[in-house]
């Protein structure tokens, strides 16, 4: 399966003073290499690159929800993940 070079994390945060999701930022990577096997390595590998993108742009702790997706591959993994600063 030929990977597009780039895949896209949709992010969305959720609050809990109005108990629903709002869009929160696309994080666009760099397709790991090599590419995980199944969902439960893109999960592992879509929370490695969160946690280093929030750690550098200080995002506050909450509950993000997120969904992974490959260019012609269509949803690889999504979830949510709690983050602490």
Do not use: C, K, N
Not at 40 to 48: G, I, L, P, S, V
Request: glycine share 8%; no cysteine; charged share 30%.
């Amino acid at each position: 399966m030929d990977l597009p070079e780039t895949v896209t994390i949709d992010v969305q945060m959720w609050t809990s003073l109005r108990g629903r999701l709002h869009d929160f930022t696309v994080v666009v990577a760099d397709t790991p290499d090599p590419a995980p096997r199944d969902a439960d390595e893109w999960h592992r590998w879509t929370e490695a690159v969160l946690a280093d993108v929030a750690d550098r742009d200080g995002w506050q702790s909450g509950r993000y929800y997120f969904t992974t997706e490959g260019d012609g591959l269509g949803t690889l993994t999504r979830d949510h993940w709690e983050y602490r600063a």
